[in-house]
Nanobody, 122 residues
Framework: QVQLVESGGGLVQPGGSLRLSCTAS????????MGWFRQAPEKEREFVAA????????YHAGSVKGRFAISRDNTKNTVYLQMNSLKPEDSAVYYC???????????????WGQGTQVTVSS
């Protein structure tokens, strides 16, 4: 069983930056692909970014490409999401997830964190 804990969310002005972290426990971290997803009020959860266990493969949603970057440090059992040039439409609860496949599909991830709120507002 893998446990995931996100941190780093908060309130930021448009154009600002945040770095989200997600630390895993209970499994061999490098065996898992990791993903970031987000969910805004009254909207479905959507894919943001994913990274393979070895960091050799990354995916980013089109809406965040060039602004967000996923990375991981397997020595710290942690995955990161660097978010730059934030926009109000990026406001959502951000979740990290772990699974066996590096994929954009929500259903392929077996373990989920509790989420961290990101609010982009002036």
């Amino acid at each position: 069983q893998v446990q995931l804990v996100e941190s780093g969310g908060g309130l930021v002005q448009p154009g600002g930056s945040l770095r989200l972290s997600c630390t895993a426990s209970g499994g061999t971290f490098s065996n898992y692909a990791m993903g970031w997803f987000r969910q805004a009020p009254e909207k479905e959860r959507e894919f943001v970014a994913a990274i393979s266990g070895s960091s050799g493969t990354t995916y980013h949603a089109g809406s965040v490409k060039g602004r967000f970057a996923i990375s991981r440090d397997n020595t710290k059992n942690t995955v990161y999401l660097q978010m730059n040039s934030l926009k109000p439409e990026d406001s959502a609860v951000y979740y990290c997830a772990a699974g066996r496949l590096t994929t954009t599909q929500t259903k392929q991830y077996n373990y989920w964190g509790q989420g961290t709120q990101v609010t982009v507002s002036s």
